[in-house]
């Protein structure tokens, strides 16, 4: 069979494209490395009940209609798909149950999601630390929630956690805000754009204030966090309005915000931008989801962050943009299918910069200054280690990998690229635009030797390896 | 430690985790399953021999990697458990075993 399209992440933006692309007759292969559809935000929705409406809300149900409609189209869905790499002419690259595979489509779109920003402080690394996203996924995926624990950070996905904790009846030792006072001002200029969705600034309102009723011990205006433990996490130690105190708590969830997850956009050789508002790279994309390779398209969170609502948008605009560049409808189709669409992105992408202002992680919490905090996780890499090494008078991310290994461990710098830059361009005084990121190349995630060995290639004419 | 709070899931998997039998629910990862069990160290790292345990499970951190039917260097959060299945945790870097190898 040759594939029309293949569409990498099967969240809201990937099940979205898959849907919109079937209908109008287009072959296409939705691959995702999770065992079920859904994405992060709609893991594990097909096994979704009554308890789960009750404690993780509707939004998490609406994902449900979205998986069945997906599931009862003529898609090739393989779950359990690592894609380990895109290449400029449209291959990719993936392996399932041991198998790896390498098939070729005249369109590809990437929907790789959004993955939590690196929360670098004193102890992190520690058992018994993990993302707030993490403590979610663990509610959604086996109904397990830790009791007594601390949410520590800033972002609406921390309070909805928590919102969703105490909906479940677990209790929670202390939510431990790291919001800095300063962004209310700069954010209420933002306040008009954010208005039209002003259901989701009520909802936020809303489950604060049944937090605060519910007696849970809130702290603010924090300063400075570090975990407290030697082989596994005891507490956490807070500074807020400069004295220290010390939380006790097996658990302790940290969050500051999500950003693109662009390992894979970034190894495809895509053209990626700085995004200052939302502290992340981006890939330039034009108005159809369309990147710098062409018949190569990112929908979703991976393009810029903006919720699950704008990513099913921008799954069907990317559809519609690819079914009209393969010649299956024409731009007239294609404009008024993608109508309702844009209309929901503005909607949705019309709060982002209030929500980008008010909640942006201080400079202290992305770049610690603690000199022992862990920068790099997998080479064990201290505040300390890089900035020595820096000091050899090193100007970018990946001179600074042949120093020190920093980003070249199994992770690929997913949890100390954004770290590492920001730390470069303040060290030496430079944007952290100029400074780039890692150079990331394929594969992106681990590909056994022997996987590679037998690679199964599908029946292509031009297929170089 | 953590409870279940949804209980709706079959728990009819069961799997070896170094000799201790682990019930876990069916379509779950092995890190929650063994999450579930209040286990909370995975790993010792391969630079300086410090525990390690899940942190974003989602597949992108690694910090859960395990040793899965005497394959090493597994995301624990990205593999379902099932029934039979060996768990280990995993001590330091993975060694090359070239006579083991398959010569498939």
Not at chain 1, 54 to 67: F, R, S
Request: aromatic share 6%; charged share 20%.
């Amino acid at each position: 069979m040759s594939i029309d399209i293949i569409i990498i992440g099967a969240g809201p933006a990937g099940m979205s494209a898959a849907i919109t692309a079937t209908e109008s007759g287009a072959k296409v292969l939705l691959l995702d490395d999770q065992p079920t559809p859904g994405g992060q935000i709609y893991r594990a929705i097909e096994a979704a009940g009554d308890k789960q409406a009750t404690i993780l809300g509707p939004e998490y149900m609406a994902g449900k209609p979205l998986a069945q409609n997906m599931r009862s189209t003529n898609i090739e869905y393989v779950a359990d798909a690592s894609v380990w790499q895109v290449t400029d002419e449209r291959e990719v690259g993936y392996s399932s149950n041991g198998q790896a595979r390498l098939v070729t489509a005249p369109a590809i779109i990437l929907a790789t999601g959004a993955m939590e920003r690196p929360f670098p402080i004193k102890g992190w690394t520690l058992p018994g630390v993990m993302m707030a996203g993490a403590a979610q996924t663990m509610l959604k995926t086996s109904g397990l929630a830790a009791e007594g624990a601390i949410f520590a950070g800033c972002g609406p996905l921390l309070y909805l956690v928590a919102h969703q904790y105490l909906q479940a009846g677990v209790k929670i030792a202390a939510i431990v805000d790291t919001t800095a006072k300063a962004n209310r001002l700069k954010a209420l200029p933002h306040i008009p754009g954010a208005l039209r969705r002003w259901d989701l600034l009520s909802k936020g309102q809303k489950w604060q204030s049944e937090i605060r009723k519910s007696g849970t011990r809130i702290i603010n205006n924090v300063r400075a966090l570090k975990v407290l433990g030697d082989t596994k996490a005891e507490g956490l130690s807070v500074n807020a309005g400069g004295t220290w105190q010390n939380i006790p708590s097996d658990h302790i969830f940290l969050h500051q915000g999500v950003v693109p997850n662009v390992n894979l956009s970034f190894a495809a050789s895509l053209d990626h931008d700085w995004d200052e508002q939302q502290l992340c790279w981006r890939p330039k994309t034009d108005q159809w989801c369309g990147t710098s390779i062409d018949g190569v398209y990112v929908a979703g969170d991976g393009g810029g962050i903006g919720g699950g609502l704008a990513a099913r948008a921008s799954g069907e605009i990317a559809a519609l943009g690819s079914l009209a560049k393969l010649g299956l409808i024409d731009t007239a189709a294609r404009d008024s299918k993608a109508k309702t669409a844009r209309t929901t992105l503005r909607r949705e992408l019309s709060i982002r910069p209030f929500l980008d202002t008010w909640f942006r992680p201080s400079d202290d919490f992305r770049v610690p200054t603690d000199d022992d905090a862990i920068i790099c996780r997998c080479e064990e890499l201290s505040l300390k280690d890089i900035r020595d090494t820096i000091e050899i008078g090193l100007v970018g991310p990946n001179q600074l990998k042949s120093f020190c290994r920093a980003g070249m461990g199994p992770c690929q710098g997913r949890f100390c690229g954004l770290t590492v830059q920001e730390l470069i361009a303040k060290q030496t005084n430079r944007p952290a635009a100029d400074v780039g990121y890692y150079r990331l190349r394929p594969p992106i995630k681990p590909l056994r030797l022997e996987e590679l060995a037998n690679l199964q290639i599908e029946e292509d004419e031009n297929i170089k390896f | 430690m953590f409870k279940r709070v949804i209980n709706d899931a079959i728990a009819d998997v069961v799997f070896d985790f170094e000799g201790a039998k682990i019930t876990a629910r069916s379509g779950e990862s092995v890190a929650a399953a063994l999450l579930a069990d209040d286990l909370l160290s995975f790993r010792q790292t391969p630079v300086k021999d410090l525990a390690r345990g899940p942190f974003c499970m989602m597949g992108v951190c690694f910090d859960c990697l395990m040793v899965i039917d005497g394959q090493p260097n597994r995301q624990a959060c990205q593999v379902v458990a099932t029934s039979g299945m060996k768990v280990a945790r995993q001590h330091g870097a993975a060694e090359l075993n070239i006579d083991q190898a398959d010569p498939a």
